[in-house]
C-alpha cells in the first residue's frame, strides 16, 4: 500500500495572477518574476500556480510550461499547481508537464471537481493520483467548474481519496462546508472567493486561505493573529483590509480589479486580462486608487504608480 502524500501546512498559499504585456497579452516573465518574488518576501506559506486567477485556461501549453518554469527558478516555495480539464485524461496530460517542469516542488495538484456524484468524483481523483501520484488539492468552486456538489457527498469524496492534501472550498457559503470538512475529515481546508469570507471561514475551522487578494498582506495578518490570538485578535487585523477585499469580488470584473490593484502597487507592470474575462471601467480606478491609498502604510500605492 503506498503512504498517502503529506497534507498541506497552513498559513496563507498566495494564488498567482500570470502578467500580461502589450496588445498581444504576451506572458511578462519578469513581472511574473517579480511578483512571486514579493510573495516569497511577504512570508506566504507556499504559492498556487496556474489557477483560475492565472487565467490558465486561456494559456497554451507552452505558455503554462513557460510561467511554471518562471516561478520555479524565482523562488523557493512549495507550489500547488492548478490544471483546468474536468476529466481524467487531460488532467493527466496537464500533470504530466506539471511534474516534469516543478519535480518535489509540487505540493499538490489543484483539481476540481468534476460531477454532482460523489462515486463520479471519487473515481476521477483516484485515477489522477494513481497516473501521477501526486497530491491532490480538491477544488470545489462551482463558479469555475458549473459542477456543484452537496456538501455532505463532498465529504465522502475527501474520505474516500487517500491522496488528498488539502480541500479548497470556494463553494457558498463557505463557513458551513469548511465547518463540516474541518470536523469530519482529517485534511486541511482552504477558503478563497478572494478572502471575503476569511474571518468566517477561520471560525469555522479553515486552515487558512488560498485566493488571489492583491493585498496578501492582510490575509497573512488576518491568519496568523487568529492562529496566535484568536478570533477578535484577528478580526481587528483584517478590518483596514475589509473594504478592499469586498471591491474586489465584483461579479464579472473582479480579475480585472486584482490585477489593477498589482500593478498600482508597482508589482505588475500592465493590468491586461485575457477573453472571456472583462477589462476593467476606467471609471473605477479612482474608487480602487481610494481604497488602496486607505491600507496600511506598507501596503500603499507607491508614489508616481499612476
Same mark, same amino acid.
Given at each position: 500500500?503506498?503512504?498517502?502524500?503529506?497534507?498541506?501546512?497552513?498559513?496563507?498559499?498566495?494564488?498567482?495572477?500570470?502578467?500580461?504585456?502589450?496588445?498581444?497579452?504576451?506572458?511578462?516573465?519578469?513581472?511574473?518574476?517579480?511578483?512571486?518574488?514579493?510573495?516569497?518576501? $511577504?512570508?506566504?506559506?507556499?504559492?498556487?500556480?496556474? =489557477?483560475?486567477?492565472?487565467?490558465?485556461?486561456?494559456?497554451?501549453?507552452?505558455?503554462?510550461?513557460?510561467?511554471?518554469?518562471?516561478?520555479?527558478?524565482?523562488?523557493?516555495?512549495?507550489?500547488?499547481?492548478? +490544471?483546468?480539464?474536468?476529466?481524467?485524461?487531460?488532467?493527466?496530460?496537464?500533470?504530466? $508537464?506539471?511534474?516534469?517542469?516543478?519535480?518535489?516542488?509540487? +505540493?499538490?495538484?489543484?483539481? &476540481?471537481?468534476?460531477?454532482?456524484?460523489?462515486?463520479?468524483?471519487?473515481?476521477?481523483?483516484?485515477?489522477?493520483?494513481?497516473?501521477? /501520484?501526486?497530491?491532490?488539492? @480538491?477544488?470545489?468552486?462551482?463558479?469555475?467548474?458549473?459542477?456543484? @456538489?452537496?456538501?455532505?457527498?463532498?465529504?465522502?469524496?475527501?474520505?474516500?481519496?487517500?491522496?488528498?492534501?488539502?480541500? %479548497?472550498?470556494?463553494?457558498?457559503?463557505?463557513? +458551513?462546508?469548511?465547518? !463540516?470538512?474541518?470536523? &469530519?475529515?482529517?485534511?486541511?481546508?482552504?477558503?478563497?472567493?478572494?478572502?471575503?469570507?476569511?474571518?468566517?471561514?477561520?471560525?469555522?475551522?479553515?486552515?487558512?486561505?488560498?485566493?488571489?487578494?492583491?493585498?496578501?498582506?492582510?490575509? @497573512?495578518?488576518?491568519? #496568523?493573529?487568529?492562529?496566535? =490570538?484568536?478570533?477578535?485578535?484577528?478580526?481587528?487585523?483584517?478590518?483596514?483590509?475589509?473594504?478592499?477585499?469586498?471591491?474586489?469580488? &465584483?461579479?464579472?470584473? /473582479?480579475?480585472?480589479?486584482? %490585477? #489593477?490593484? !498589482?500593478?498600482?502597487?508597482?508589482?505588475?507592470?500592465?493590468? /491586461?486580462?485575457?477573453?472571456?474575462?472583462?477589462?476593467?471601467?476606467?471609471? !473605477?480606478?479612482?474608487?480602487?486608487?481610494?481604497?488602496?491609498?486607505?491600507?496600511?502604510?506598507?501596503?500603499?500605492?507607491? &508614489?508616481?504608480?499612476?
Amino acid at each position: 500500500m503506498s503512504i498517502p502524500p503529506p497534507p498541506l501546512p497552513p498559513g496563507v498559499w498566495g494564488v498567482v495572477a500570470t502578467p500580461f504585456a502589450g496588445s498581444t497579452l504576451d506572458i511578462d516573465e519578469s513581472a511574473l518574476a517579480r511578483l512571486v518574488e514579493h510573495y516569497a518576501e $511577504l512570508g506566504v506559506t507556499g504559492l498556487t500556480v496556474l =489557477g483560475v486567477f492565472g487565467e490558465a485556461a486561456q494559456l497554451s501549453r507552452p505558455e503554462r510550461r513557460a510561467v511554471l518554469e518562471v516561478v520555479r527558478d524565482s523562488v523557493e516555495l512549495p507550489l500547488v499547481v492548478g +490544471a483546468t480539464g474536468l476529466s481524467t485524461a487531460p488532467v493527466v496530460e496537464e500533470a504530466e $508537464l506539471i511534474r516534469e517542469v516543478a519535480g518535489d516542488r509540487v +505540493a499538490g495538484l489543484m483539481t &476540481q471537481v468534476n460531477s454532482a456524484r460523489p462515486e463520479t468524483v471519487t473515481a476521477h481523483f483516484n485515477a489522477v493520483h494513481e497516473a501521477t /501520484g501526486l497530491g491532490l488539492v @480538491i477544488q470545489d468552486y462551482p463558479a469555475a467548474s458549473g459542477v456543484a @456538489i452537496r456538501p455532505g457527498d463532498l465529504t465522502t469524496v475527501v474520505r474516500r481519496v487517500p491522496s488528498a492534501v488539502a480541500v %479548497k472550498a470556494e463553494a457558498p457559503p463557505t463557513p +458551513a462546508v469548511i465547518g !463540516l470538512l474541518a470536523e &469530519q475529515t482529517d485534511i486541511p481546508v482552504f477558503g478563497g472567493l478572494g478572502g471575503l469570507g476569511l474571518l468566517d471561514e477561520l471560525a469555522a475551522g479553515a486552515a487558512g486561505a488560498m485566493t488571489g487578494f492583491s493585498a496578501p498582506e492582510g490575509l @497573512i495578518a488576518c491568519v #496568523e493573529t487568529h492562529r496566535s =490570538g484568536g478570533y477578535e485578535a484577528a478580526r481587528e487585523a483584517y478590518l483596514p483590509y475589509l473594504p478592499l477585499v469586498n471591491f474586489e469580488a &465584483q461579479a464579472g470584473i /473582479g480579475l480585472a480589479l486584482r %490585477k #489593477e490593484a !498589482l500593478r498600482q502597487r508597482g508589482l505588475i507592470m500592465e493590468a /491586461g486580462v485575457r477573453p472571456p474575462a472583462r477589462a476593467l471601467p476606467e471609471s !473605477l480606478v479612482p474608487q480602487l486608487l481610494r481604497h488602496l491609498t486607505a491600507l496600511p502604510r506598507a501596503e500603499r500605492v507607491p &508614489q508616481g504608480a499612476r
